[in-house]
């Protein structure tokens, strides 16, 4: 039946007139509190503040709390993280691979040993200073005592250069050492300073507390964010090294056997006619 034909019949009249006043009970203090969640008045504006402020901090406002927040602790900090960035620019270049086997190198000395010419092939490696020509320099000085002296020599001058890149990559390790503990201190000093506050008693503002605490912590991400890049690089630094050392190894002993097998070659007669061309076929 359609609501018009129940609204002419007066039962129907009455049966909505009560469905109407039931629903307007029942839903009309849901509809209320919806509308009206609290009275009206201040309460609401000071909590709808309230939340505005919690998580406003941009970066930006983070980030220049934080530089202020370290305070006199940047002597130390400062110091340190430019220390790293220096050993990082004197690694890369150190550890290059241009720096330790200069292209071309190889072959061009190659050419020379089979020439003969093992004077200006010493000259050649002495003049290199990369990784590669120290290393020829030191197992060539000692090729005519043998090819065993000869590589000994080599090898032994391959592990001193490789301390000396491996003490330089120490000072990686050591600065990751370094930064959590000296967030740490700043850490500690941040505490002592809020406990003092508390100490004098009365009731101090939870703010005061709260700033105290939040200058410490800023010490010591600092000095986390100091360490990270530090350990990652000593990592990465530590297998360029090896792999370096041993690439650098392996090409020096085939050249140092080359030219000895190539010293022990009787050289051709001076006036020996070269050998014949094979005959043309028509």
Request: with cysteine; glycine share 8%; hydrophobic share 45%.
């Amino acid at each position: 039946m359609s609501l018009s034909l129940l609204w002419r019949s007066s039962n129907g009249r009455v049966c909505l007139v009560a469905v109407i006043a039931v629903a307007v009970a029942l839903l009309g203090p849901a509809l209320g509190l919806a509308q009206d969640p609290a009275p009206a008045g201040d309460p609401p504006a000071t909590e709808t503040k309230a939340d505005e402020n919690l998580g406003g901090n941009s970066p930006i406002e983070i980030f220049i709390h934080i530089v202020k927040s370290v305070g006199f602790f940047w002597v130390v900090l400062l110091p340190t993280s430019l220390w790293l960035v220096a050993l990082v620019v004197l690694l890369s270049l150190d550890l290059r691979g241009s720096s330790s086997i200069p292209p071309g190198f190889v072959d061009e000395f190659t050419d020379i040993v089979n020439k003969r010419k093992f004077k200006e092939a010493f000259e050649m490696a002495k003049e290199d200073p990369s990784f590669l020509g120290r290393v020829l320099t030191a197992g060539m000085g000692r090729l005519q005592y043998g090819l065993e002296d000869a590589r000994e020599a080599a090898l032994n001058k391959l592990e001193s250069i490789k301390s000396d890149k491996d003490q330089k990559n120490n000072y990686t390790a050591v600065i990751a050492t370094l930064g959590p503990l000296l967030g740490l201190v700043g850490t500690v000093y941040g505490m002592i300073d809020s406990f003092m506050i508390l100490g004098k008693g009365g009731n101090p503002p939870a703010s005061q507390l709260a700033n105290g605490i939040s200058h410490a912590l800023a010490v010591t991400l600092v000095g986390v964010a100091i360490a990270l890049p530090a350990i990652a690089l000593n990592t990465f630094f530590r297998n360029r090294i090896t792999q370096l050392s041993m690439d650098v190894g392996h090409v020096a002993e085939d050249l140092l056997t080359q030219m000895y097998h190539n010293s022990k070659k009787a050289p051709p007669p001076a006036g020996a006619p070269a050998p014949a061309a094979p005959p043309l076929r028509a």
